[in-house]
């Protein structure tokens, strides 16, 4: 099974200004060296974590999507990032999964910062997701979903295998907690026996809230794989070995003692 190739994206955001956010990040897609599998962006990568979504909630025809499937197309790799979202009269912080022909799939975050006020303006997400890539399993999520280990469990059937194989995260996770973030990756990753790849931004925002960035991919031994320094404008291409996720899961069998639970609604 092949290696996956993933570019983490981390940057600044003009707040609130679509366009602007689309200009930009097309310069740093086309300066992504060769083809990767996947293109991470951060959290609300259009607009910045606002809380005021009317103004600049999107359907799902419009710029934004219509951006993503032509630089998933242009380049060739899956392009991945949440946006505020408008449907049936609803606002949503969605994770768009937009591969190379267009057919996209999403996520609704599920668990809402409350803290925030998320949770007054955004509607929650009920299912999760996992896609398939080049043969791994991967399993979406954005931000605060991170500090929830139950919501994120991995599990193991001898019928369908490991749920997943990374655990995916967007973020706009403040430098105020941006230790909680390293070490949450780093157990997510631990207890899951899975790769974890987390995207932050980094600058200040139009409520002054300051981001440091910290992007990670973490291996399932919870080591480090990537060398992104908090606080720089930084694109990092890093590969997730599949042997080495094979290995580990072989050699370290404590999946196999995992409890047997599923969430209920």
């Known amino acids: 099974m092949p290696h996956l190739k993933i ?7 003009h707040w609130e200004d679509i366009e602007r956010n689309l200009e930009m990040f097309t310069g740093k897609i086309s300066e992504v060296d060769g083809q990767p599998d996947l293109i991470v962006l951060p959290e609300m990568f ?8 009317g ?8 710029r934004s999507m219509q951006w993503m499937e032509e630089m998933a197309r242009k380049k ?41 006020g998320e949770d007054k303006s955004f509607e929650p997400g009920d299912d999760q997701l996992v896609v398939g890539l080049n043969g791994w399993k ?28 990374c655990l995916l995260n967007v973020a706009n996770w403040p430098e105020a907690r941006s230790h909680a973030w ?20 980094i600058g200040k925002d139009g409520n002054g809230i300051s981001y440091s960035g910290d992007s990670a991919v973490i291996s399932p031994q919870g080591e480090s794989l990537s060398g992104i320094m908090p606080f720089k ?5 890093v590969v997730m ?13 404590s999946w196999a003692d995992w409890d047997d639970f599923s969430l209920e609604s």
């Open 55 to 62: 103004p600049v909630a999107e359907p799902m025809e419009s």
């Open 241 to 253: 070995t599949r042997c080495q996720l094979d290995d580990f899961r072989k050699t370290f069998k």
């Open 138 to 165: 991967i399993m979406l999520s954005v931000c605060y979903d991170l500090r929830f280990p139950v919501w994120c469990r991995n599990s193991y059937s001898s019928e369908k295998g490991f749920k997943y194989d």
């Open 46 to 53: 259009t607009t910045g974590f606002t809380q005021e979504p």
């Open 7 to 13: 570019s983490l994206i981390q940057s600044d955001l």
């Open 182 to 201: 390293r070490i949450l990756l780093m157990g997510r990753a631990i207890e899951n026996q899975a790769f974890v790849a987390g995207v932050n931004r």
């Open 233 to 237: 404008d930084a694109t990092e291409t």
């Open 76 to 116: 060739g790799s899956v392009m991945t990032g949440s946006l505020v979202v408008r449907e049936n009269g609803k606002f949503y912080n969605r994770l768009i999964w937009m591969p190379p022909d267009g057919n996209y799939s999403f996520y609704n975050k599920n668990h809402l910062f409350s803290f925030a």
